[in-house]
């Protein structure tokens, strides 16, 4: 991408996200290509790292627990690798071991998370995991880095001698130690260590008395240390299987860095792999720090920034406790240019940096601090006027420095291009400045580049309202209290509500009467319009946030009642046909009771026989009752059922979806779809082709 001039990256505090980013990397290659990082211009580039780097978020927004990334330094150890007969040193193999165990547990994490990281996972491909170096480390080395003594039986027969021989000198020498103190030879320090061999503090004045090696005096030579005779013979033993372990140890680490060296274009790849992943990592870490997210990227020149908040300035604010006003803009082929005005320390500056900060994440391959139905387009090019670039060492005037700019502007400007202007046609005589900007912004237009200026200038302002593709919009400003809201109103421009602000500032009114009437009559009576445009925008706003929060609660007072009068129904329906159930109850039961009566006033067989069919037939017209009942019951959820399933085979589906058909246990997946025919592939290797109204999708139940 081309960025002009370079040192917008600092204007736009890019450079601070840069360092908030990197904050997150664990390695050394990571943290150095995350600060130096850069937009790209290449689509396909940038939409792959954003999608690695959403894949990520969402394995952390699924609460996964993601495996930790290995920092080891390996680049001299792998340059050592190439040298014949090197040894890496101790650490180095630790650092290795770490390396390879973090990649393996990294493509077991991808492996496990295919749907969440199918990009990320394609990184692991090409080389599986490695469980022979981790485990030939461990053969050899204890955590610490000490040389194991199973490492080889030499090893241990050499060691096995040294400990033997260290606990003979160490009786030795204490024997000596005892004679010489029962002599009173000894002095205040009683031991001492010389080239790896222990000595006695002997007072000078009795050294020519005591049999042995000098090693050495104290500072003052009131002691002189001395290797007893008795122990001479047995510490040059120790000394000689001290070499032999030093030998056998760097042969067993030259044979461990053979091996590796078999391996030193998997392990490149593993630690290429790792900085690049970790370079994913971190920004995913960043996004989820900073409720970030993956806009829509379009293609069509729209700009639709819903809720955007700027990171630095929400780091800043944090810092005084102050919350932050999301910022809504859109840009589009209709409107590409927006004019914004408004008064000072509104808003305008920190929203023009905002969308150019933004569109610099994005294409550098960091999600944005926006909400998810956002969109972006791909720019070329950043063209940005910000702040007073003035150049001592050539001498520019502050208006030079923007007459230079915009001359890059016009001479590299096109439909691919964004531009940022603050204070548009400032930095010379008000009058010849505005003009000036004003064929500037003509000619902007012409080139259909995109972009955004802020200015103070009614004529700016005026040339905006009538230019095709050129919008005006302003900062909101509370007239009441005379305090900005942060907020951008797109359609119309603002007032810079300059003897507003004056008059608070405490400038006597005397004197800003004074200035009201030096200031000419038409542009007095358009910035009191302004003036008064924005009072009325601002009263109509409030009443419009009222109204809809009265609104909001008719809503919810309805639906409160609407949900009380549902319930009284269900009530009263059910009390009713509780009612008519018991209605029932107590007329069968009347019947049944009028039928005992008949049977105790029977008084031959024939009279108790007409009961029995009395009874009889009433309990076959109850019977008959309760089937009507049933079946209409039966019926009902019959017909859900079936309202169900014709919902459920009316469900859009496409090639790769999981399905199961309809009163079967068998599932598969669509493979090809011919019109109204669908070609299934299941689970026991089997295919078929079937109608849409034969299966429904794996995750539905009936």
Known sequence: MQIYPSDIIEHLEFTDVRKAVAHYAVTKEGIERLLELHPSSDPQEIENNLTEVNEVLSVYQAENSVPALSAADLKDALSMLRIKNAVLEAEQFLDVKQLVEAYNNLHRFCESQKELLPTVGLRFRAFPPNFEIPAAIDRVLERNGVVKSSASSELTKIRTQLSRKRTSADRIFYKAVRKYDSLGFLGD??????????????????????????????????????????????????????????????????????????????????????????????????????????????????????????????????????????????????????????????????????????????????????????????????????????SIENELSTYSSKLEKMKEFLHTSDEKTLFLIDEFGSGSDPDLGAVLAQVFLKSLNRKRAYGIATTHYNSIKSLAASLPGVVNGSMLFNGATLEPEYTLQIGQPGSSYTFEVAERAGIPKGLITSARKRLKEGTRALDELLVELQKERHALGVERAETAQRLEELEAMKL????????????????????????????????FESLVKSWNKSTNNQQRKAVVDRFKQMLSDRGGEVKKVEKKNLSKAKKKQLALLKKLTSEPVKVGDKVKLINSKQSGQIVEIKKDKYVIAYDNGISTTTERDKFILANRRL
């Open 189 to 390: 320090v009683n031991e001492g260590v010389h080239d790896n061999r222990r000595t006695i503090g002997i007072q000078a004045g009795f050294k020519g008395r005591v049999n042995g090696l000098l090693h050495g005096a104290s500072n003052k030579h009131s002691l002189v240390f001395i290797e007893p005779a008795e122990c001479v013979e047995i510490n040059n033993e120790i000394a000689m299987l001290i070499d032999d372990e030093k030998r056998e140890v760097r042969r067993i680490l030259k044979e461990l860095t053979q091996l590796l060296a078999a391996h030193r274009e998997e392990l490149n790849a593993f630690s290429r792999i790792m900085s690049e992943v970790d370079f994913i990592h971190a920004k995913a870490r960043y996004a989820l720090a900073e409720d970030a997210c993956l806009p829509n990227i379009n293609y069509d020149g729209e700009w639709q920034v819903i809720k955007g908040i700027n990171p630095v300035l929400r780091h800043y604010h944090k810092t005084k406790n102050r919350p932050v006003v999301p910022l809504d803009l859109s840009l589009d082929p209709d409107a590409r240019i927006l004019v914004i005005s408004g008064p000072n320390a509104g808003g305008k500056s920190i929203t023009l940096k905002t969308v150019g900060l933004f569109q610099l994440m994005l294409q550098s391959g960091l999600l944005l601090p926006v909400h998810p139905k956002s969109s972006f387009p791909l720019v070329h090019k950043i063209l940005a006027d910000i702040g007073d670039s003035q």
């Open 560 to 591: 409160r009642h609407t949900a009380q009068i549902k319930k009284l129904e269900d009530k009263v329906q059910k009390q009713s046909q509780t009612n008519a159930d018991q209605n029932e109850q107590l007329m069968w039961g009347k019947r």
